[in-house]
C-alpha cells in the first residue's frame, strides 16, 4: 500500500515575521509590522559589495505585502550602489503595486541629494512621518461616501 499525503511548497504568509541577512558590512532585517505593511531595517554600510543584495532582499520580502517602510536610519556609509538598489526597489514597488518610503540616515540624505534632486524617491527623515504617509496611501483609495442619489462610492 503507497502512503498518500500532502506537502506544503509554498511559504505561508505569516512565515516571514523575523528574519535577518548579514551582506558585506550590513545586516538587512525584516520585520511584518500588519498584514499589509513590512518594514526592512538596515545596519552598516551599503556598498558595492551589498548594494545588489539589499535590493534582492527587498524584493524577495515585499511579494506578499502592500507597504513597505525602508528603515536606512543605522547606515553608516551609502554608496552609489545603494542608489542603484533604491532604483531597483523603486521599479519593483511599482510593478508589485507596493506603496513604500525611505527614511534616511544623513549618509543615505546626502547620496540621494546629489543622485535625486528631484526628490522622486519617497524619502523621509522620520520614522513618524513615514508611517503618517503610507497611512495617507493606504486609506486614500477607500473613502466611502454615502449619498442618497446613489448609494455608497468611493471619494
Known amino acids: ?15 516571514v515575521t523575523d528574519e535577518q541577512e548579514r551582506c558585506g558590512h550590513a545586516t538587512f532585517a ?17 556598498d558595492a559589495v551589498n548594494g545588489r543584495a539589499l535590493g534582492r532582499y ?6 506578499i505585502s502592500r507597504q513597505l517602510v525602508l528603515d536606512l536610519r543605522a547606515v553608516d556609509f551609502f554608496g552609489s550602489q545603494g ?19 525611505i527614511v534616511g540616515s ?10 535625486d534632486p528631484d526628490g522622486e524617491l519617497p524619502l523621509t527623515d522620520a520614522l513618524s512621518s513615514a508611517l503618517a504617509r503610507l497611512d495617507r496611501l493606504a486609506h486614500g483609495g477607500q473613502h466611502l461616501v454615502w449619498t ?8
Not at 544623513?106 to 543622485?115: E, Q
Request: aromatic residues 8%; positive net charge.
Open 148 to 155: 442618497a442619489k446613489s448609494g455608497w462610492h468611493a471619494r
Open 58 to 63: 527587498v524584493e524577495r520580502h515585499t511579494r
Open 83 to 101: 542608489f542603484t538598489a533604491l532604483y531597483y526597489i523603486s521599479v519593483h514597488c511599482a510593478r508589485s503595486d507596493v506603496d513604500w518610503v
Open 30 to 46: 525584516v520585520r511584518r509590522c500588519s498584514a499589509h505593511r513590512m518594514a526592512i531595517a538596515v545596519i552598516g554600510e551599503i
Open 1 to 15: 500500500m503507497v502512503a498518500v499525503g500532502t506537502k506544503t511548497i509554498y511559504r505561508p504568509l505569516t512565515a
Open 106 to 115: 544623513p549618509a543615505v540624505r546626502r547620496l540621494l541629494a546629489i543622485c
